[in-house]
């Protein structure tokens, strides 16, 4: 599987292991605090919008900084600091009585995302090869897919169920801090030894900014996390109001779904590794995703018709799955060894501005519109460029390679 012939078995394990404990934190966060249950329900509406915003704010004014860093220092400390302000912020979340102290905390997460997404990217990238590479990328894909789909349905459901907000932001930042300890004891440096440290992270950033190659993915990446936002913000208001489905008929439609797509990340970017290729997978991966979000929202208020060819969403999702584990691929194919860090910076440039395009245009696209045709429209858009943007890439991994 890639794993145990990286020669970095146990830090990647506990790298995923951790990424999904972290994850499933911060998303349990936002969960709670855009509930009504969360002091009063003070954030609820455009608060956790200015929320979601904040934090990628935070995170692109710092994440250059984090990623190049880590190339002069290492990735281990850079990674541990990031479990510690991310369990910090849960914790004051918890213990936070007014409305503009999480605006506040909402910066401390932006900067534990930003040293989070470069310092584990840099350490797969650091014990990865170009035979293994989008397989143990997947993996890291599944980690933080689980914990956002986890974390995020638990926080919902743990408030359905009557738990205090408080309790469950409390759990949040234990299972932050526990993570860290972990990652002090089990987690080994991986940085590459090279000329970096003559290097200033000014240099480095310019290297990678002006790199022609990482210039074309902006119209790939930036619309894609663009959708995670929008799910984010809209997810939990579009199934109440829209969707005329059962709890049994929800239960059923996200573990079809989530199994499909798992499966997918890890089949396709096996097959990714073996046949050396990336911008196919990447195209693949964006039409499933297009046409399995326009077949959901289309038949929100039917969902009956979706049921009669159900076969087809776990298909749709499982040729989904192929998008991420060969765009990160591609991104550490281009990357070079001693720039590696101040290359997945720029990746979480790139989602934190997806994450602050997407609750925006969603909420104009939603007043305008409602959910069809002004959501669908927009997804569809976004889509649409993304695989256009596929068209000017060109193949990056090696021809020829030897297999695991």
């Known amino acids: 599987m890639g794993l145990r012939k990286s020669g970095h078995f146990l830090t990647l394990m506990m790298l995923y292991l951790v990424t999904l404990i972290m994850r499933a934190s911060f998303y349990v966060t936002i969960a709670v605090i855009s509930s009504d249950a969360y002091m009063s329900g003070v954030l609820q509406g455009w608060g956790v919008a200015v929320v979601l915003a904040i934090y990628p704010v935070s995170e692109l004014s710092t994440v250059s900084f984090f990623g190049s860093y880590s190339d002069k ?13 991310t369990g910090f912020a849960a914790f004051m979340f918890g213990i936070a009585t007014f ?8 910066i401390v997460f932006g900067l534990g995302a930003a040293s989070q997404v470069t310092s584990t990217l840099s350490i797969i990238a650091d014990a990865s090869s170009e035979t293994n590479r989008a397989r143990l990328m997947g993996y890291y894909d599944l980690s933080t897919l689980a914990g956002l789909a986890g974390g995020f349905g638990l926080g919902i459901i743990l408030l359905e169920f009557g738990l205090a907000p408080n309790i469950l932001l409390f759990a949040a930042a234990g299972a932050c801090t526990l993570s860290g300890i972990l990652a002090v004891i089990l987690i080994k440096e991986t940085r590459v030894v090279s000329e970096t440290d ?3 992270m000014t240099h480095l950033l310019k290297e990678v900014a002006t790199d022609r190659r990482i210039q074309l993915m902006l119209p790939v990446y930036v619309p894609i996390i663009s959708l995670y936002g929008i799910m984010i913000s809209k997810l939990k208001q579009i199934i ?3 969707f005329s489905l059962t709890a049994t008929d929800m239960l059923i439609l996200f573990a079809m779904l989530g199994v499909s797509l798992l499966l997918g990340i890890i089949v396709m970017g ?22 399995l979000s326009y077949v959901l929202v289309a038949n929100a208020n039917q969902f009956e018709l979706v049921w009669s060819i159900w076969p087809a969403l776990p298909i749709l999702g499982f040729i989904s799955g192929s998008f991420p584990p060969a765009a990160m691929a591609y991104l550490t194919d281009i990357s070079s060894e001693e720039a590696r860090g101040s ?49 000017f890439l060109k193949e990056a991994a090696p021809v020829i390679a030897e297999v695991d």
């Open 240 to 242: 109440e109001d829209y």
């Open 343 to 391: 290359t997945m910076g720029v990746y979480s440039i790139f989602f934190g501005s997806g994450m602050i395009i997407g609750p925006f245009a969603a909420e104009v696209a939603y007043q305008m519109g409602g959910l069809f045709p002004g959501l669908a429209t927009l997804v569809a858009v976004l889509i649409a460029i993304a695989c256009i943007g596929t068209y």
């Open 198 to 200: 003559e290097v200033s």
């Open 99 to 106: 409305e503009f102290l999480a605006y506040i905390l909402a």
């Open 270 to 291: 096996h097959l990714s590794d073996y046949v050396m290729k990336r911008r196919p997978f990447i195209v693949a991966g964006l039409i499933g995703f297009g046409l």
């Open 73 to 85: 220092i290492g990735r281990k400390p850079i990674f541990v600091a990031s479990l510690f302000m």
